[in-house]
């Protein structure tokens, strides 16, 4: 069984930066495409960044990119969110989810298999 576990969420000014990290255990690491999700306060979860098993492919949602990089170690088991500029309308709480053989591509949520416990990201204006 996949186990997640997020870390580095915290409360920072807008402009600022947070690093996300995200430990693996339970299967073969790069077996898995990862993605980042978040949910902010009355939203629904939404795709935010991907990454195929090599980190060869990666995807971001529109409202990222270019503040927001993923990656991944696979000899670490862990895949990472740098996040910069942070915005206010960042603020969420921020899961990572795995999905077995998937491409690092999909947004929906309900393809993957498995999901950590979140970390809150407070942006402050």
């Known amino acids: 069984q996949v186990q997640l576990v997020e870390s580095g969420g915290g409360l920072v000014q807008a402009g600022g930066s947070l690093r996300l990290s995200c430990g693996f255990s339970?299967?073969?690491?790069?077996?898995?495409?990862m993605g980042w999700f978040r949910r902010a306060p009355g939203k629904e979860r939404e795709f935010v960044a991907g990454?195929?098993?090599?980190?060869?492919?990666?995807s971001l949602t529109d409202s990222v990119k270019g503040r927001f990089t993923i990656s991944r170690d696979n000899a670490k088991n862990a895949v990472y969110l740098q996040m910069n500029s942070l915005k206010p309308e960042d603020t969420a709480v921020y899961y990572c989810?795995?999905?077995?053989w998937g491409s690092g591509q999909k947004v929906v949520a309900a393809v993957y298999g498995a999901w950590g416990q979140g970390t809150q990201v407070t942006v402050s204006s």
């Open positions: 989810a795995a999905d077995l």
């Open positions: 339970g299967r073969t690491f790069s077996n898995y495409a």
């Open positions: 990454i195929s098993w090599n980190g060869g492919r990666t």
